[in-house]
């Protein structure tokens, strides 16, 4: 049984901390984008990381100091933890929110300038096309007036140069047509990414997932602390004394009666 309330508690003290160092990671984030110049960022980074480590740690600090009875350190440790959470909390929400806005608005700028530069390579292929067949109909009629004035071999010269490099031409033009079709009808088919999820919904998951990622750690790290001590102190209590044992308290009297009549 102890061994398995080991384990728990070392499980929910790797859960604990996997969740502390998102918040961890995203405040010294924050530090790095709110401050331009590289080493005091990383100066305040490793600052900001050092008391959000400390945010954590207050909450089963501040619990058994209140058991101890020194109730104004463990209230003053609680608003420091709270001040921290809330510090913590916004550059968790700023970097969740940032991310989603900013990857759905890229998605969509490259999606409408993707969709602009096919539909303008599209109409050259167009044009081109009817060019091409523009050019082939005056080379046919250039040759049918070279054969009415009997330069058949002239006229057959012509068509055999210019035919096959303009039928080429356009194969690779309609080529090109048919491949910007179905790139246009993908990508004007294709979902931005959280097509689905509104802007107030999406603010309301960052705040929730925020709150949680505070609240949680705090929550574990509090009680897998909280019951150590419980059970040290209850180890430290003395137990109950050993009932004695009728049978044997009876085979005793038994003996001493027996020698008492041999004497």
């Known amino acids: 049984m102890t061994g398995r309330l080991r384990g728990n508690h070392s499980a929910l003290t ?30 305040f980074a490793v600052a900001a990381v050092l ?20 109730s104004a350190c463990a209230a003053m440790m609680i608003a420091c933890a709270l001040v921290l959470a809330g510090v913590s909390g916004w550059a968790t929400y700023d970097r969740m929110m940032s991310s989603i806005i900013g990857s759905r608005a890229q998605q969509q700028a490259v999606q409408q300038q993707r969709i602009a530069d096919l539909e303008q390579a599209r109409a050259a292929d167009l044009q081109l096309s009817a060019q091409l067949t523009a050019e082939a109909s005056s080379i046919r009629a250039q040759a049918e007036a070279m054969r009415s004035r009997g330069m058949f071999t002239r006229a057959l010269e012509l068509e055999s140069r210019a035919l096959p490099r303009i039928a080429e031409q356009r194969d690779q033009a309609r080529q090109r047509l048919d491949a910007t079709s179905r790139e246009l009808t993908e990508l004007r088919a294709a979902a931005p990414k959280a097509a689905g999820l509104p802007l107030e919904l999406a603010t309301l998951l960052c705040i929730g997932f925020a709150l949680a990622l505070e609240v949680v750690p705090a929550l574990i790290l509090s009680a ?21 044992n009728r049978r044997a308290i009876r085979i005793i009297s038994r003996a001493s009666a027996a020698r008492t009549v041999a004497a």
């Open 51 to 70: 008391l959000d480590v400390f945010k954590y740690l207050a909450w089963p600090t501040a619990l058994q100091l209140a058991g101890d009875g020194r």
């Open 224 to 244: 897998v602390r909280r019951q150590p001590v419980q059970q040290v102190a209850e180890l430290g209590k003395p137990g109950p004394a050993p009932r004695r």
């Open 14 to 43: 790797a859960i604990a901390l996997g969740l502390s160092s998102v918040t961890v990671v995203s405040v010294g984030l924050a530090m790095f984008a709110l401050i331009e110049d590289g080493q005091l960022a990383a100066l």
